[in-house]
């Protein structure tokens, strides 16, 4: 496997599996998250502009993709029932789906993250089972609960390491 930038031309694929993703989480006990529409096109567009799109290919085949930045994000400023482990820079994974083809795709997207800066935060909706055990199964520590700008709470993750230096990845 391997992660690249998505471009203009990745949008139908990208579309087509986040509509697979959010079926996959309504049947899986986690309806509403995403609900019905998120990711709308205009934020995937967004992602792919600003180069925080990110595809995870096998063989050619999308089997994976997630946003990832290394800029902070506002919503992670306030944390409840909790704390972060540090205030070092930290990179951030959100809107992470896999096709389910590739068995470990979403695992190799978040290692891919962590090693482009040894510090990640990622979020996730409290009906998320499967994020949770796969957060847990990585490394990541329940810190606490962060609300979005929507007002819908989050449980709040992050794994660090003691070498943090977080940089843009080329």
Request: aromatic share 10%.
């Amino acid at each position: 496997m391997h992660i690249r930038n998505a471009t203009a031309a990745d949008l139908p694929a990208l579309v087509s599996l986040y509509d697979q993703a959010r079926r996959f989480m309504a049947e899986h006990g986690n309806p509403n998250q995403w609900g019905s529409a998120y990711p709308p096109s205009c934020i995937i567009v967004n992602d792919i502009h600003t180069r925080h799109s990110y595809i995870c290919e096998e063989n050619g085949h999308l089997a994976a993709a997630f946003y990832f930045s290394t800029e902070p994000d506002p919503t992670y400023a306030v944390i409840r029932k909790g704390e972060w482990l540090d205030q070092q820079p930290y990179g951030v994974v959100h809107r992470i789906a896999s096709s389910g083809s590739v068995k470990g795709a979403a695992t190799f997207c978040l290692n891919w993250a962590f090693a482009q800066c040894g510090n990640l935060r990622i979020d996730t909706h409290p009906d998320n089972f499967i994020m949770q055990n796969l957060l847990a199964k990585t490394g990541f520590q329940l810190c606490g609960v962060i609300t979005l700008e929507n007002g819908s709470q989050r449980l709040a993750y992050q794994k660090n390491s003691d070498a943090c230096a977080c940089a843009r990845p080329k």
